[in-house]
């Protein structure tokens, strides 16, 4: 059984900071890429970042470059979201997402990458406060 299990989330001053652990299982990670999406109520999900598990090559939406980071330990199967300066925009649930390719070109078309994946996590919440 596929399964993405979210960790991490929380409440958080402005400025803070958080780290995501995406823990997951069931399939052959090197053959995905892995990243993260957020969602604010009655908003479509966004593509935040992704990591290829194959090559290591990211991607970073606009908004978070230069204040999120993410990273693999392919050992022990983890996806890592390391969000610094964090901003009250930033409050969303996040969701670790799992697309076979394993690059992370459907996060370059923002406006379809959602319907790209092919397995979710259940999200955690992130609450930034001013």
């Known amino acids: 059984e596929v399964q993405l299990v979210e960790s991490g989330g929380g409440l958080v001053q402005a400025g803070g900071s958080l780290r995501l652990s995406c823990a997951a299982s069931g399939f052959t990670f090197d053959d995905y890429a892995i990243g993260w999406f957020r969602q604010a109520p009655g908003k479509e999900r966004e593509g935040v970042s992704c990591?290829?598990?194959?090559?290591?090559?990211?991607y970073y939406a606009d908004s978070v470059k230069g204040r999120f980071l993410i990273s693999s330990d392919n050992a022990k199967i983890t996806v890592y979201l390391e969000m610094n300066s964090l901003k009250p925009e930033d409050t969303d649930v996040y969701y670790c997402?799992?697309?076979?390719?394993?690059?992370?070109?459907?996060?370059?078309?923002?406006?379809?990458?959602?319907?790209?994946?092919?397995?979710w996590g259940k999200g955690t919440q992130v609450t930034v406060s001013s």
């Open positions: 990591i290829s598990s194959s090559d290591g090559s990211t």
């Open positions: 997402a799992a697309e076979q390719g394993p690059t992370c070109s459907s996060y370059y078309r923002p406006a379809a990458a959602q319907y790209g994946m092919d397995y």
